[in-house]
């Protein structure tokens, strides 16, 4: 971290930067220069708070050199972090693919859902027991009633369940019958949820807030890995911009770039992120050979009758057909490895 000071400063103000410096464990020193003095800073410096500095009259600039993540970067640690969940692993090697309804609606529902997801040899089912839903008339979810549908056809077809969880007292009950806690985009900046989760060790699907920079998504990350819990897979799932043709824009040059800026896994919604069934699948493969760690998609039986995203959602012949192709891609994908 840099620190620009002009030569007009205070003794007073300047023995104050200089005891607010002293606070946190760095080495500084001081280039004097003609127009004006450069502090520099060396160390730990991700938990200072640099607003402190800019604060002080005669302080012209405050320059950060590293990234404010310090856990989540790979500048911290520089293999890939490897998460795995029901024999998968969210890796380009693997591809996995969480699959299943926007929200669970009926026990009938998830079962023929969980059914054809296993038979594609999908292992994670996803299915909202509450859902944030922009209306508050809109369908919330069957929250327990929905819980006990998700378990029966985890211990049917030996699926993972991944389930999306809004409040601390949600983690607090549900957490333990959850296999991946997924953290919405709306909540991508609900600190007290990110600090629960990051103390259940579960692993946790982060979605990328509507209009989050990376910047701001990897610090969210860095709530739940402070708090001891390095299991957090990152999801891009379209962000908000003028264009009105589709629901989201999905954002491929952020998985290019979280890959290069973080360790972490970074996986791609792209139901979510083109709200269009009929351009998921091309966008499911453009994220993966821009380099997604796998897929979470919305898929229910019959979509037209779906209690949420049925506009986005695949039906089954669809998903097999994704599946078909990513199946493909991760081959061709291999021999590309194989030959650089
Ligand atoms: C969902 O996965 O159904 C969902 C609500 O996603 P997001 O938080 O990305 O909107
Ligand atoms: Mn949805």
Not at 130 to 151: C, D, H, N
Not at 269 to 275: C, E, I, L, M, R
Request: with cysteine; glycine share 4%.
């Amino acid at each position: 971290m840099i620190i620009k000071i002009s030569h007009d400063i205070s003794n007073e103000n300047y023995n104050l930067l200089i005891n607010e410096i002293s606070n946190y464990k760095c080495n500084y020193f001081i280039n004097k220069g003609n127009t004006y003095d450069v502090v520099i800073l060396n160390g730990e410096t991700a938990n200072i708070d640099d607003k402190r500095f800019s604060a002080i009259v005669g302080v012209i600039k405050v320059a950060r050199l590293s990234v404010p993540y310090k856990l989540a970067s790979r500048e911290f640690k520089e293999e890939d972090t490897i998460i795995k969940v029901n024999n998968v692993v969210f890796k380009q090697d693997f591809l996995p693919i969480i699959a299943g309804p926007c929200a669970v609606e009926s026990r009938e529902q998830i079962l023929k859902i969980a059914k054809y997801i296993k038979e594609n040899n999908s292992h994670i089912l996803r299915g909202g027991i509450v859902k944030p839903r922009t209306s508050p008339y809109s369908f919330q979810g069957l929250e327990e009633e929905a819980l006990e549908y998700m378990e029966e056809a985890k211990e049917k077809y030996n699926l993972a369940l991944c389930c999306e969880l809004m409040s601390v007292e949600q983690v607090e009950k549900y957490a333990n019958h959850i296999d991946i806690i997924q953290i919405g985009a709306r909540n991508m900046q609900n600190y007290d949820l990110l600090k629960a989760v990051g103390q259940t060790k579960k692993p946790v699907l982060l979605k990328r807030g509507l209009s989050a920079t990376l910047e701001e998504f990897l610090m969210a990350a860095e709530y739940i890995l402070v708090q001891g819990n390095p299991n957090v897979i990152l999801c891009e799932r379209g962000i908000r911009t003028f264009e009105d043709a589709y629901r989201n824009v999905t954002d491929i040059n952020a998985i290019v770039m979280l890959k290069e800026l973080t360790h972490l896994p970074v996986i791609a919604d792209p139901s979510h992120s083109t709200g269009i069934y009929w351009m998921v699948e091309k966008v499911a493969l453009a994220t993966t050979i821009a380099g997604a760690d796998g897929l979470i998609v919305e898929t229910h039986y019959k979509p037209s009758i779906a209690l949420s995203d049925g506009q986005q959602s695949l039906n089954p012949e669809n998903f097999k057909q994704l599946c078909n192709k990513i199946n493909k891609l991760k081959e061709f994908i291999k021999i590309e490895s194989i030959n650089k």
